[in-house]
C-alpha cells in the first residue's frame, strides 16, 4: 500500500474496500434506500450517493452486527441501510439533535421537515431502530451507557464541526467492542471547504489528528468519502492502492462535491 498523503496534511493512507473487508460475499443481496431518489431532485444528487449507500450495506452485511450505533440520523435513510442490512435480530441506536437544537444544515436536509427518521419510519425496519434524541454537546445519550464495550457497529455521520466529530468519536470508542467496525462519513479535503474552518468542516482535520493516537487503524475506503476504523488494523496494513482524493484534481472536482446535474 502507498502512503503518499492525500494532501499535505492527511496521514490516513486509502485502501480498497475488498482489502478491508476481504470476506463480503459476492454474491449477498444489498439493500438501499429509496428515500434520495423520491425526495430530492436529481441535479443535487451528489454522484458518489449511491455508491456509497451500496458500501454501507456492504460493510454492514459483512460485519453482520447485533449492535448499531449511528451519530447523525438525519432523514434516516443511513439509518434504513443500517437496519435492512444487519441481522434480523440486532439492535440500532440512532441519535440526533432535538427539535429545538437543530442547525442550518439539519434543517436544510430534511426539506424543512421536523420529522428526523422520516426515511425508515414507515418501513418494516422501524421495528429495529430505537431513536434517541440528544441535547448540543452531549453525544452520549444516556440510555447507551450500558452499552459501553458492546457495540459491534458504529456510524458517525453527525455533527461534522470538528468539536461535534471529535466529541462523537470519542463517545464511539467508549461504546466499541473490542472488534468493532466505525465508520465516518464526508472524509474530505475540498479546497473551498477547508478555508471555511475547523468549526465547519472538521471530519478531515480531526480524523487525521485522531489516527496517532487512536486504538483503531483507520483507512479511507477508494472511491468514497467513508473513513473506516478497526483495531485489527492497527498493526497491519491491508493491501490496496492509493487513490485519488478531492482536492488533488482541478475544478470542478477539486473544490467541492460534484453533484448529478453538473456530470
Do not use: C
Not at 431518489?37 to 460485519?63: G, S
Not at 449492535?67 to 435492512?84: I, P
Amino acid at each position: 500500500m502507498s502512503n503518499q498523503d492525500v494532501s499535505a496534511d492527511n496521514v490516513i493512507a486509502t485502501a480498497d474496500f475488498h482489502s478491508l473487508f476481504p470476506n463480503t460475499s459476492h454474491s449477498a443481496a444489498l439493500v438501499v434506500s429509496s428515500d434520495a431518489i423520491a425526495h430530492f431532485p436529481a441535479i443535487e444528487l451528489p454522484m458518489l450517493y449511491a455508491y456509497e449507500q451500496l458500501v454501507l450495506a456492504a460493510i454492514v452485511r459483512t460485519v453482520a452486527p447485533r449492535t448499531v450505533v449511528e451519530f447523525g440520523t438525519g432523514r434516516g435513510s443511513g439509518t434504513f441501510v443500517l437496519a435492512a442490512n444487519s441481522p434480523d435480530d440486532a439492535s440500532i441506536y440512532t441519535l440526533d439533535l432535538s427539535n429545538d437544537t437543530r442547525g442550518d444544515y439539519t434543517r436544510k436536509i430534511l426539506r424543512d421537515n421536523d420529522d428526523v427518521g422520516l426515511a425508515y419510519r414507515p418501513t418494516p425496519e422501524a421495528k429495529k431502530i430505537t431513536q434517541l434524541l440528544v441535547p448540543p454537546g452531549k453525544p452520549m445519550h444516556d440510555s447507551l451507557t450500558g452499552l459501553r464495550k458492546k457495540v459491534d457497529f458504529i456510524y458517525v455521520d453527525g455533527d461534522h464541526g470538528y468539536q461535534g466529530v471529535r466529541d462523537d468519536t470519542l463517545a464511539a470508542v467508549e461504546l466499541a467492542a473490542p472488534e468493532a467496525i466505525l465508520l465516518w462519513h464526508d472524509f474530505y479535503d475540498f479546497p473551498d471547504y477547508i478555508r471555511e474552518g475547523h468549526a465547519k468542516r472538521g471530519v478531515f482535520p480531526w480524523l487525521n489528528e485522531f489516527t496517532a493516537t487512536s486504538p483503531f487503524g483507520l483507512f479511507h475506503i477508494a472511491g468514497t468519502y467513508f473513513v473506516a476504523g478497526s483495531r485489527a488494523w492497527k498493526e497491519k496494513s491491508p493491501a490496496g492502492t492509493r487513490m485519488r482524493q478531492p482536492g488533488d484534481r482541478p475544478a470542478p472536482f477539486g473544490t467541492r462535491i460534484l453533484r448529478q446535474g453538473e456530470a
